[in-house]
């Protein structure tokens, strides 16, 4: 049974830090790409971020230079450090799973979900 579990969201103010983590069992790990997708209320899923299986890095364009995507293969674990937070940053955060050598922005690529972690940033 696929499971990818995030964990890290939380209530913070603007300019703060948190990272995301993002914990995958029942898949091979270093064979899918991991990818950050975040969801406001009235608003479709859009992509944050991705690393690919070599660890090539894509990111939204509003979101580069602060955010930063990475992953531990020995983990099993992907993460996301997102730091000078914005309310505009305010969604619920999901971790996505592609097995594939490409790397995509679009989210019905990706083969599995985790259920998602609240991050909400105040002014």
Known sequence: ??????????LVQAGDSLELSCSASGISFREHVMGWFRQAPGKEREFVAAIGRGGTKYYLDSVKG?????????KDTAYLSMNSLKPADTAVYYCAADHSVLVWRKP???????Q??????TS
Request: glycine residues 16%.
């Open 1 to 10: 049974q696929v499971q990818l579990e995030e964990s890290g969201g939380g």
């Open 66 to 74: 602060r955010f930063t995507i990475s992953r531990d293969n020995a």
């Open 108 to 114: 019905n690529e990706y083969d599995f979900w985790g």
């Open 116 to 121: 998602g972690t609240q991050v909400t940033v």
